[in-house]
């Protein structure tokens, strides 16, 4: 209904209806700067820069008057092959979808702009995007990181000058943008980034990104599984600390009768002894009183 509406609007104006909210997933290697450009975007610390984001984190604000879903998915090494990341990872790629229903306005691929992109980087970057579906190209834009570092040179030049990441782009419809995440009081530069997601949104017909209903329902089945098997093994884990920690208490009080016991027969020997020493002199002072 929501797309034949869309649709509607599109054919009589030519254009999509302003967009009210803005909901962003950010995707990329590990250490790409996506944690960074999520609290540039929503213009404060949000997003954990020092622990490694192992899960997706959803963060949401109010920028330039509108509301703007942020989205990070944990990100991926540089010279790992899809089929070698692990399954936790893959699964977590899918699900990031599933935080920003009902999808992703864009979906910003984060590359640093400091690091140049091997061809071999280039097919891995390309194969974990694909891992959502091959849609996801028309929906997705090259957001660069540590902008500062390009100086006096243009971004344009900066992408002609690396064919991996020229062709990178070039799949990405030659939608980019430059972030400096350093300098968060420069407004601007995520006003523009917004308007070119706006860009994206009219040129899909004011449609988002979305993904197979059908393997969304079994990522989220299947993590819940895995989930469910880890609750299992955590609770069986407490179960032998338990055990463990009442056969050392055990332990412990056995220990503590038999000191108790060997403390009480050595005292009971001694005392033995003693009456024994006593007897004795006592006979020899009977003895020396009988003499005199």
């Known amino acids: 209904?929501?797309?034949?509406?869309?649709?509607?609007?599109?054919?009589?104006?030519?254009?999509?209806?302003?967009?009210?909210?803005?909901?962003?997933?950010?995707?990329?290697?590990?250490?790409?700067?996506?944690?960074?450009?999520?609290?540039?975007?929503?213009?404060?610390?949000?997003?954990?820069?020092?622990?490694?984001?192992?899960?997706?984190?959803?963060?949401?604000?109010?920028?330039?008057g509108r509301q703007v879903t942020v989205v990070e998915a944990p990100g991926w090494w540089g010279n790992v092959n899809l089929k070698d990341t692990p399954e936790l990872t893959k699964q977590e790629i899918v699900l990031s979808v599933s935080?920003?229903?009902?999808?992703?306005?864009?979906?910003?691929?984060?590359?640093?702009?400091?690091?140049?992109?091997?061809?071999?980087?280039?097919?891995?970057?390309?194969?974990?995007?694909?891992?959502?579906?091959?849609?996801?190209?028309?929906?997705?834009?090259?957001?660069?990181?540590?902008?500062?570092?390009?100086?006096?040179?243009?971004?344009?030049?900066?992408?002609?000058?690396?064919?991996?990441?020229?062709?990178?782009?070039?799949?990405?419809g030659n939608r980019y943008h430059v972030l400096n995440n350093e300098n968060r009081g420069d407004d601007t530069q995520v006003t523009q980034l917004l308007e070119k997601i706006e860009e994206i949104v009219e040129g899909n017909r004011g449609h988002h990104f979305e993904m197979d209903r059908k393997r969304l329902e079994e990522t989220q089945e299947k993590r819940k599984e895995e989930e469910e098997r880890a609750k299992e093994r955590l609770m069986k884990v407490e179960k032998q600390r338990q055990h463990l920690q009442s056969l050392k208490s055990e332990l412990c009080l056995i220990f503590y009768k038999t000191k108790t016991l060997k403390i009480m027969k050595l005292s009971h020997i001694e005392s033995m002894h003693f009456n024994n020493k006593k007897t004795v002199l006592i006979e020899t002072l009977k003895c020396i009183l009988y003499i005199f």
């Not at 700067?33 to 604000?61: H, M, Y």
């Open 1 to 64: 209904m929501m797309y034949a509406f869309l649709n509607l609007i599109f054919y009589i104006t030519g254009k999509s209806p302003p967009l009210s909210e803005f909901r962003v997933l950010l995707l990329g290697l590990r250490y790409a700067g996506k944690s960074s450009s999520g609290n540039t975007v929503l213009g404060r610390e949000e997003f954990d820069l020092k622990r490694r984001t192992a899960q997706c984190v959803k963060r949401q604000g109010e920028v330039a």
């Open 99 to 172: 935080l920003c229903p009902p999808g992703p306005h864009a979906v910003l691929l984060v590359i640093r702009v400091d690091k140049a992109i091997t061809e071999d980087e280039r097919g891995i970057l390309q194969e974990h995007l694909e891992f959502l579906s091959e849609r996801v190209w028309s929906h997705t834009m090259v957001l660069f990181t540590c902008g500062d570092w390009l100086g006096d040179t243009t971004i344009e030049q900066h992408i002609e000058s690396e064919g991996a990441l020229q062709s990178l782009v070039e799949k990405c």
